[in-house]
C-alpha cells in the first residue's frame, strides 16, 4: 500500500490507525533481549531472522529467555531448509541429499550453501549460515535434541516429494495435501510443542494429543496455500489439490480465467472448508499454555489467520494478486492476541460470523461451511459460558416453570384456585366490615348510645371470627396477667 492510498485507507478507517498508535506506543514487551550480553554471532543470527520475517522476529524477540535463544535458531534453521526446498533452479538431484543431510550440516563447524539462485530472497541467509551453526551448538541438548530431530524428518519429507514426478504436476489428493502441509508445518508444531513443554513453559497433556499441535501448523500453512494461491502459480506450483479443484474447473488455469469467476470462487471456499476444520482444536491448543510470551507467539499468528480466511473468502482478488490483512487490523490483532485466551476466541468468532455473512446458498458448500463456523462458536462456548443477563433470565423461567399437568390434575388444580379465591373475598369482606363498625361506634347513634352494648357487639364478633376467650380466662384464673410497658421497664 502506497503512502498516499494508505494515508486515505487510514483516513476512512480511524479505528485500525488507532490500533496502529496503540501498538507502537502502549505495547510493553513480556521479555526483552538483552543485546549488550549477546555474542556477534547471535546478534549477526537476529539480523536475520529480522530480515526474513519481521512478524515472527518481533514475537520471538519476546520470547521467554529460556526459548528465546533456541526457537530464533530453529526458525532459522527451518527458513535455511525450507530456501532449498523451495528454488527451483536447484535440480533435484543435488537437492535431495541437501535435504536429507540439512540435520547433520547444522552441527558441521563453518557450514555454508552459496548454490541458491541469484533471485532466491533468503540465500544470504545460507551464504552465510556458519553463525547459525556456531550459535546452535551453544543451545541446551535437550533442546538441540528436538530441533535436530524435526529437522531431519522436515528434510526427508521434503526430499521425497522432491523426487514425486507427480508432486511437480501438482497435488492430487486431499490426503497428499494433508501430509505435505504435515511435513512443512505440524512438525514445527510437533517441535514447538516439545520445546514448550521441556522448558516446563506449557502443559505436558499436550503432548499427549498429537492432534492439537498438527492442526496449529495445518491451518496456518493451509491458510498460506489458499492466499498465495497466485504467487504460487506465477511460479509455476500448484498446491491445491485436484481432487477439490477437478469438481469446479477442467484446467487448474481456469481458477485465473474471469469466465469462470463463480467456479473458481467455490473452488476457493472449498479449501477454506477444509481450513477451518483446525481452528476449534487451535483454540483448544492454546489453553495449554502457561508462560504469556509462549502463548502470544502461539496466538497471534492464529488470530492472523482466521482474519486472513475472511478477507480471502469468496473474494476473487486471490486469483489475480496476494492478498493480506491490513496494518490496522494486525495491530489490533495482536493487541487482542497478547492478553489471554478470551479476546482470542473472541476474534475467532467475530470473523467466523463475518465469514458466515459471506456465505451465500449458490455456494454447493454452503451448509458445510455454515455448520463449520458454527462448530467454532459453539466449542467457544464450552470454554466461555455466554454470561447475557437476558438469556440468563430467560433459562432461569424455563427451568422454575411447573411440568404439564394431566387433565385430572389440571381441573384440581384450578378448583383449588377457585377455594382460595373465596376465603380471600371472605376475608377481606369481613375486615371490610370490622372497620366499618369501628368507625361508626365513634359517631352519635340511637342504636349504639349506649357504650357497654357497643363493646358486647365488639366481643361477639372477635369471638365469632375465632376469638380463645376461654383460654384468656384460663390464664387470668390462674394468676398469669399479661406484662404491659410501663415506666419501669423503660
Known sequence: MSSISAFA????????????????????PVNERVESKEAITLKICFKYLEQTSRSFSAVIQELNPELLNPIALFYLILRGLDTIEDDTTISASEKEPLLRNFHESIEQDGWTFNGNGPDEKDRNLLVDFKVVVTEFKKVKPAYRAIIKDITEKMGNGMADYANDAEFKNGVTTVEEYT????????LVGEGLTQLFVESKLANPALLERPHLHESMGQFLQ?????????????????????????KHVSKFEDLFDPKHQDAALNCSTEMILDALQHADECIFYLAGLKDQSVFNFCA????????????????????????????????????DSTQNLRPVCDTFIKYSRSILKKNTNKDPNFLKISVACGKIEKFVQTIFPD?????LTAQAA??????????????????????TFI???IVMATLFAMSCFMVSTSFPSPFLARPHLTLKIQIGIAYFLGARFDLAYADLKQGRLPKTGGRDEL
Request: with cysteine; glycine share 2%; charged share 30%.
Open 9 to 28: 485507507y487510514y483516513a476512512l478507517h480511524w479505528a485500525e490507525l488507532r490500533a496502529i498508535v496503540q501498538w507502537k506506543m502502549w505495547h510493553l
Open 179 to 186: 501430509l505435505y502441509c504435515h511435513y512443512v508445518a505440524g
Open 222 to 246: 493451509k491458510v498460506n496455500i489458499i492466499r498465495d494461491v497466485r504467487e504460487d502459480w506465477d511460479d509455476k506450483r500448484r498446491f491445491w489439490p485436484k481432487e477439490i479443484w477437478s
Open 300 to 335: 497471534i499468528p492464529q488470530a492472523m489467520a482466521i482474519a486472513t480466511l475472511e478477507v480471502i473468502f469468496r473474494n476473487p482478488a486471490i486469483f489475480h494478486r496476494n492478498v493480506k490483512i491490513t496494518k490496522g487490523q494486525a495491530c489490533r490483532l495482536m493487541i
Open 387 to 391: 454470561q447475557d443477563p437476558t438469556l
Open 398 to 419: 424455563v427451568s422454575r416453570s411447573p411440568e404439564p399437568l394431566d387433565p385430572e390434575k389440571e381441573a384440581e388444580a384450578a378448583e383449588a384456585r377457585k377455594d
Open 423 to 425: 376465603m380471600l373475598a
